[in-house]
């Protein structure tokens, strides 16, 4: 009986392991000087205040998803649905750059900064805050969840 009792006991740790491992974070987070070494110069920047993304934030489940298209932002919650700015619509196969919402929360967290600058940089997306960048985004699709 006691053997059974530490294979269940065993076996539930196994189980909360592996849920961990595949908890999937979308973005990291680096000083700007690293960035502008890793993902290249700023292309294309536009700021956003940084009281509107937290409300967007409050919009949307785990996953916000960013795409600079001309001259604006174009931002959707965790379910492909455009949040900012309001009446844009977007296509189900064009592609944008998602971060966890813990992610960019832990990015707001790093400073009391008045706005936030959503960047193109050639192939990548990032969001600046400070002196703080995230990127390493999932593309969505293909990968949306």
């Known amino acids: 009986m006691k053997s059974k ?7 539930i ?4 392991v592996l849920l961990a491992a595949c908890a999937k974070y979308h973005g990291e987070i680096f ?10 110069k700023v292309q294309q920047s536009i700021e956003l205040p940084t009281s509107t993304l937290r ?13 600079v298209m001309g001259d604006r ?21 064009e592609v944008f750059s998602m971060f966890s919402v813990s992610v960019v929360n ?10 936030v600058n959503i960047e193109g940089r050639g192939t990548a997306l990032t969001i600046t ?13 293909p990968i949306c969840d």
Do not use: H, W
């Open 5 to 11: 009792i530490n294979f269940f006991f065993l076996f």
């Open 13 to 16: 740790s196994l189980v909360a």
């Open 31 to 40: 000083t700007k000087d690293v960035a502008n070494q890793k993902f290249s």
């Open 55 to 67: 409300s967007l934030l409050n919009k949307t489940n785990s996953n916000v998803m960013f795409k």
């Open 73 to 93: 932002v174009i931002i959707l919650d965790n379910k492909r649905n455009v949040i900012y700015p309001e009446g844009v619509t977007v296509n189900q196969d």
């Open 106 to 115: 832990e990015l707001l967290s790093q400073g009391n900064y008045p706005n």
């Open 129 to 141: 805050y400070g002196d703080k960048t995230m990127e390493v985004a999932t593309l969505c699709p």
